[in-house]
C-alpha cells in the first residue's frame, strides 16, 4: 500500500483557513501530517502520552503549552493548534525551543468544527493513496474536488453547507476576500443576526429548501456583505441535502455562474446521498474489523488504519441506559467518544454500530484502561444528546493483535446481554462479569425446554399463586441466605418462625429436601430460569 502521510503541514494549515489566524511554522512547514489527536488540560493533568503528529491543545493556556513541550521526549508532536498565545511573536520562542510548530487559532474558533475538517483532510489523503494507481489515480469528485471546480468556474469564494445551514462541509480559500458572512459560518459561528434577518426577509432561505433555483443575494453595503449566489442541493426523492454558495471576491462572478452552480447542485446531490447510503471507506474498514459486513484481513487492515497487526489491545464497548430512544442517541455523541479515544491513545479506532459504540486502543494492562473508562463515560453526564440516559461501558483485556478484535467485540455483547442497562456499575470487565454471562447464556440455552422444568417447583409456584403463600419469595430469600434463616427472614422482614414455617409448607406442597446441597442448587437453577421466561413472556 502506498505510504498514507500525504498532508504537509502548510496544507493542513491553509484548510483551516480563516479560523487560523497567524502559524509560526519554522522548518516544520513541510513535514507530512499522518494522525491528530486532541487533548484537554485533564489530560495532561493526567500525563496522558501522544506520538501523533498534530496535537490539539483545548483548554491549555500559554504556561501549560510550555511545560508540555518540555516534557516531550522528542517522539511527537510536529506541531500543535492552541488558542493559548496572543500572537506569532508570543509563540517564537516556543519554536525556537521545541522545534514544534504553533498554529494560532482563532479565538471564537469551534474546536469540534476544527478537529472535523483536520480529520476529513488526513482521511481523504488516506483514501487517495489506497486507489489502485496511487495518488494521482483518477478518483470520483469529493466535496473539496466539487468546491474547488466551482471556484475556478465562478470565479468566487465557495462553501458547501448542510441542509441545517449550521455547518458548512467544505470551502474554497477565501485568499483574504471573506466578508464577516463568510469568516463566521467557517469559524462555526452564525452571521450578522440582522443580516441574516434580511435574507430570511428575502426568502433566501426558503428558496433553498425549495430548491431547482439560483438565488442572487445583492449585496448590502450596510452589513460590508458582498454579493452571492446560493441553490440548494436536494436528493432524487426531494429531500434537503445542503446548500451551495458562492460569495463574490474582488472580482465579479462569472457570466455563466448560475449554470455552474445548478450543474454543482446535481454533482453535490450525488455526492451527499452516497455519503447517507455508505459509510466511507475508513468507516467500513473500522465495522469490518469490529466483525461486521464479513470480516476483514487483520494485516489489511492493520496496513490501511496504522497499525501493527499483533499489538496488544483492549477492546470496549459504550451503550446507554434506557430505551430504545436513549440508546440510538449514541449516534449522536460517537465523534465525541472518539475524540476522548484519540486523545487517551493516538492510534485509537473508535466506530458506532447499530446502538453501541466500540472503542479499541493499544493496552499493556487493563487497569489503567478501566480507569479511563469510568472517566469518560462519566464525561457525558447530563449531555443533552442522551436525553437523561447515562453510558456504561464493558472492557474486554486482553485482546492479542488485530485479529482477534472481532471475538473481542461479540464478548463485549455478551456483557451487554448479561448484565443489562440497570447494573450498578457504571464500568466492567469480561472476568469481572463472567459469571453473569454464562449463567445467562446457561438459562437461555435451557429455559425454552419443557423436559427439563421441575414438576416440584411448578406445584409451589402454583400453590402460591392460588393461596398467596409467599413460599417462593421466601424459598428464594432462604436459598440467597445460603440456609441461614435468621438473614432470609431479615431479608424479607418477617420473623424467623414464620420463615421456618413456610419453608416446612414448601418442603410438603413440592416434596424438594432443601437440607439438600444438590436441591438447592437445582431449585435456584430452577427459579432463575422461571424469571427469564416471566421476562420474555412480559
Do not use: C
Not at 522548518?27 to 490539539?56: F, G, N, P
Not at 441574516?196 to 425549495?210: E, H, N, P, S
Not at 455508505?278 to 461486521?292: I, T, V, Y
Not at 445460603?482 to 424479607?492: K, L, Q, S
Amino acid at each position: 500500500m502506498a505510504e498514507t502521510e500525504v498532508m504537509s503541514l502548510r496544507e493542513v494549515v491553509d484548510s483551516l483557513d480563516t479560523a487560523v489566524d497567524w502559524a509560526v511554522l519554522g522548518e516544520a512547514a513541510d513535514v507530512r501530517v499522518a494522525d491528530v489527536s486532541m487533548i484537554d488540560a485533564d489530560d495532561i493533568a493526567a500525563r496522558a502520552d501522544t506520538t501523533t503528529d498534530l496535537v490539539i491543545l483545548v483548554g491549555v493556556d500559554a504556561d501549560g503549552v510550555r511545560e508540555w513541550l518540555a516534557t516531550r521526549s522528542g517522539d511527537g508532536p510536529r506541531a500543535i493548534l492552541t488558542k493559548a498565545f496572543v500572537g506569532p511573536a508570543q509563540a517564537e520562542p516556543v519554536v525556537d525551543e521545541s522545534g514544534v510548530a504553533v498554529v494560532g487559532v482563532h479565538a471564537r474558533a469551534r474546536w469540534d468544527r476544527i478537529v472535523g475538517i483536520v480529520q476529513a483532510d488526513l482521511h481523504r489523503g488516506r483514501e487517495s493513496v489506497a486507489q489502485d494507481g496511487g495518488p494521482d489515480a483518477p478518483v470520483d469528485v469529493d466535496l473539496v474536488g466539487l468546491v474547488a471546480l466551482v471556484a475556478r468556474g465562478t470565479g468566487g469564494l465557495v462553501s458547501i453547507e448542510d441542509a441545517t445551514s449550521a455547518r458548512v462541509l467544505a470551502y474554497s480559500p477565501s485568499n483574504g476576500e471573506a466578508d464577516d458572512l463568510r469568516v463566521q459560518t467557517i469559524l462555526g459561528r452564525e452571521g450578522p443576526p440582522t443580516y441574516l434577518a434580511l435574507l430570511r426577509k428575502w426568502g433566501v432561505f426558503d428558496a433553498i429548501r425549495r430548491g431547482g433555483e439560483v438565488v442572487d443575494v445583492p449585496a448590502d453595503d450596510d452589513h460590508a456583505m458582498r454579493r452571492r449566489l446560493v441553490i440548494g442541493v436536494h436528493s432524487g426523492t426531494g429531500r434537503h441535502l445542503g446548500s451551495i454558495w458562492v460569495q463574490e471576491g474582488a472580482t465579479g462572478l462569472a457570466a455563466d455562474s448560475a449554470d455552474v452552480l445548478t450543474g454543482a447542485a446535481s454533482v453535490a446531490s450525488r455526492i451527499l446521498t452516497r455519503a447517507i447510503q455508505a459509510p466511507s471507506a475508513e468507516a467500513q474498514l473500522l465495522q469490518r474489523l469490529f466483525g461486521e459486513h464479513g470480516g476483514v484481513d487483520a494485516s489489511s487492515a492493520g496496513a490501511y488504519l496504522g497499525w501493527a497487526v499483533d499489538e496488544r489491545a483492549a477492546v470496549i464497548g459504550v451503550a446507554s441506559e434506557g430505551g430504545a430512544a436513549a440508546r440510538s442517541a449514541i449516534g449522536a455523541v460517537g465523534g465525541a467518544l472518539r475524540l476522548h479515544a484519540s486523545a487517551y491513545a493516538a492510534s485509537a479506532l473508535t466506530t458506532v454500530i447499530d446502538d453501541r459504540a466500540y472503542i479499541v486502543l493499544p493496552a499493556a494492562d487493563v487497569a489503567p484502561v478501566t480507569r479511563w473508562v469510568g472517566t469518560l463515560v462519566a464525561r457525558f453526564d447530563g449531555d443533552p444528546a442522551l436525553d437523561g440516559a447515562r453510558l456504561h461501558a464493558t472492557v474486554v483485556f486482553p485482546v492479542d493483535g488485530l485479529a482477534e478484535v472481532s471475538r473481542a467485540r461479540s464478548e463485549v455483547d455478551r456483557v451487554f446481554a448479561a448484565t443489562g442497562s440497570g447494573r450498578v456499575d457504571r464500568v466492567t470487565t469480561l472476568a469481572k462479569a463472567r459469571t453473569a454471562v454464562l449463567m445467562g447464556e446457561i438459562l437461555d440455552a435451557v429455559a425454552g425446554r419443557a423436559d427439563l422444568v421441575d414438576p416440584r417447583v411448578t406445584a409451589m409456584v402454583e400453590y402460591d399463586t392460588d393461596r398467596a403463600a409467599h413460599l417462593e419469595e421466601s424459598v428464594r430469600a432462604y436459598l440467597d441466605a445460603h440456609g441461614n434463616v435468621r438473614d432470609a427472614a431479615n431479608r424479607i422482614g418477617v420473623h424467623p418462625n414464620t420463615l421456618r414455617y413456610r419453608i416446612d409448607r414448601a418442603r410438603q406442597v413440592s416434596g424438594l429436601n432443601l437440607d439438600d446441597p444438590a436441591e438447592r442448587l437445582l431449585t435456584s437453577l430452577q427459579l432463575a430460569m422461571l424469571d427469564r421466561r416471566r421476562s420474555t413472556a412480559g
